[in-house]
């Protein structure tokens, strides 16, 4: 079992940058492919980012290339989302993700959830 546990959101104006950041513990947390999936109102959750346990392998959906950079530094227990040029319609809650059974990009695919962060953008 493997819990997930997500800070650093919060509202920031647009054009600015969040960091988000999401520590991994359990039994095999340092093991583990990580990722990000949102969910903003009305809306379906959607793929973020993804990142391979080595770093080596990441994934982006297409709204998040160029603008928001996953990594997990040096503890493979950790992952961060660094998202800069932030715009209004990137506010949703935020939750860190691990453990993909296939596809990154199918929400129903990972196995462990964090229970989110909201990000708020204003205008």
Known sequence: QVQ???FGGGLVQAGGS???????SGRT??????G???QAPGKE???VAGISPSGITTDYADFAKGRFTISNGNA???VYLEMN????DDTAVYYCVASPAGRWDSALGWKYWGQGTQVTVSS
């Open 4 to 6: 997930l546990g997500e």
């Open 18 to 24: 969040l960091r988000l950041s999401c520590v991994a």
């Open 29 to 34: 947390a340092n093991q583990n492919t990580m």
């Open 36 to 38: 990000w999936f949102r």
């Open 45 to 47: 959750r959607e793929f």
């Open 76 to 78: 493979k227990n950790m």
């Open 85 to 88: 040029s932030l715009r209004p």
